[in-house]
């Protein structure tokens, strides 16, 4: 079985460029939420997502960051017009529908601006 | 005021003693207290997770929760090498996003 799938494992990107993070989740779950892990601080949320349908994005930027989970195929996460404080480790979790209590952690995509 | 706080650490214990990690909070409406373990450079491992205060045990690990205290704490028995690691204590409300404490990173030394 599986566990979170996350890619590309590591990204560079150049100041103003486009960063696309893809997570795909385990089998059976429904629910998938985004976080980001900065040096030397702890994870924090970022959006909550159903297939189709964003349910919470409390922690997300409101500019050039963006997220989405279709109908068919992975979750992914877009920055756009990258900036070096976007480097960071983001980390996709997954969950079945109503037991965010059981999050499982994919590897992290690590994004490295220049 | 942060919402969940947790020493950093570093921890350093010999192999086969007795590890005791903690986290304070100060939302009283959290509902799940979590505790995962983050290996360097890899995704956080869900190690267990209480609803209740009271214990809860698994194998080497035992969780602790006091709510009237807002206090929560992960042991871990006859610790070992391979438990050195970050260890996140995390809250959640309702069934969205978690609520992490910085880590704390033990060393257990063989």
């Known amino acids: 079985n599986a566990g979170v799938m996350q890619n590309p494992r590591h990204l560079v990107r150049r100041r103003g460029q486009e960063a696309r993070l893809r997570c795909s989740p385990m089998?059976?779950?429904?629910?998938v939420y985004w976080y980001r892990q900065l040096p030397e601080e702890g994870l924090k949320f970022m959006v909550y997502?159903?297939?189709?349908?964003?349910?919470?994005e409390s922690g997300m930027p409101k500019e050039r960051f963006s997220a989405e989970f279709p109908k068919e195929g992975p979750s992914i996460l877009r920055i756009q017009q990258v900036v070096r404080g976007d480097s960071a480790a983001y980390f996709c979790?997954?969950?079945?529908?109503?037991?965010?209590?059981?999050?499982?952690f994919g590897p992290g995509t690590r994004l490295t601006v220049l | 005021q942060k919402e969940v706080e947790q020493d950093p650490g570093p921890l350093s214990v010999p192999e086969g003693a007795i590890v005791s990690l903690n986290c304070t909070y100060s939302?009283?409406?959290?509902?799940?207290f979590m505790w995962y373990r983050q290996y360097s450079r890899k995704g956080p491992e869900l190690l267990m997770y209480?609803?209740?205060?009271g214990n809860k045990e698994d194998g080497r690990f035992t969780a602790q929760v006091d709510k009237s205290s807002k206090y929560i704490s992960l042991f871990i028995r006859d610790s070992q090498p391979s438990d050195s690691a970050t260890y996140l204590c995390a809250m959640i409300l309702g069934a969205n996003n978690l609520f992490f404490g910085t880590g704390t990173r033990l060393t257990v030394i063989p």
């Open positions: 997502l159903q297939k189709e349908n964003i349910i919470d």
């Open positions: 939302n009283s409406a959290f509902q799940y």
């Open positions: 979790a997954s969950s079945p529908a109503g037991r965010g209590q059981e999050q499982f």
């Open positions: 089998k059976g779950h429904s629910h």
């Open positions: 209480t609803y209740s205060s």
